[in-house]
């Protein structure tokens, strides 16, 4: 008869979810919120215990599994435009991750267990912590050289101060982005023109339409006095076009004060489910 002990399954199961939450986003190229990935490892954490009491053995149907790992990565990613990839990346680091349990103890490793889908060991509490920060060393090595190569990106608040107005966004801070100001080579926050109303005089602000013509705007706005002007950039599809820019007194996204710096003012929205409104390179 196997003995376990509900908080060491729990906690052993709440690490190793957390790290397969973090190997499926950064597979599926996704922004990565740490608050939201233990969520989601609490999810499968509390499933596991559940599994694992007297009387409850219907939450191992295959269902309930598939169920249970839906919503630990809807916990953990809820609002991505790639929540189908990341349930497939995530059910396929798992069955990954399962099958090197299963060859483990095909060699005759006793130390852990996954016995119908919930991990378990034979190892005191003390070794299971050891065996987590081992655990997610491994996981850093693995996708070190992959992060060398692909954009980081990650969100944090953005404070915009110009005079005694002051607007406070999410931005997503992206090395991918390589917009600079032309004249002082220094990155340029792109803001989404209706979220960085509240830098305008009242009434004055432009409205999204008025930011599909930036030059008929920035005549607009030397009229009123605000001090504004045209910024080329390229994209996908835009060989050369212009965004509307306010010159700002003081950016600061999360702990990085960026001093006075542009805001380029995006007629349209920056994300469709992404959860930010601001985009700056690191």
Known sequence: MTVVYLDEVVLLNFVVDYLLLLASGRLAGEVLRRGRLALGAAVGAMYAGAACLPGL??????????????????MGYGGSRRLLR?????????????????????LGSRTLALDNGVLSSSLDLKLVLLSAVGCYGGITLLFHRAALHSPRQ???????????????????VDTGNTLTDPVSGRP??????EKAAGLFPRGRAP???????PAAVLAKMGAAGVRCRLLPYQAV???????????????????????????????????DGGGYCALIGA
Do not use: N, W
């Not at 990650?154 to 997503?172: C, S």
């Open 57 to 74: 053995g219907c939450l191992l149907h295959p269902l309930c599994k598939l169920g249970a790992a839906v919503a630990a990565v809807l």
């Open 237 to 271: 599809g835009v060989e050369c076009g212009m965004l509307l820019a306010l010159r700002l007194d003081r950016v600061q996204v999360g702990a990085k004060d960026y001093g006075p710096l542009l805001v380029a003012l995006s007629p349209t929205h920056l994300t």
């Open 188 to 193: 340029v926050l792109v803001a989404e023109g």
């Open 154 to 172: 990650e969100l944090a608040p953005a404070v915009l101060t110009l005079g005694e107005r002051k607007v406070v966004l999410t931005a997503l």
């Open 86 to 106: 990341l349930c497939l990346v995530f059910l396929a680091v798992s069955a990954a991750f399962g099958g090197g349990i299963f060859a483990l103890q095909l």
């Open 207 to 213: 409205t999204p339409a008025e930011l599909k013509d």
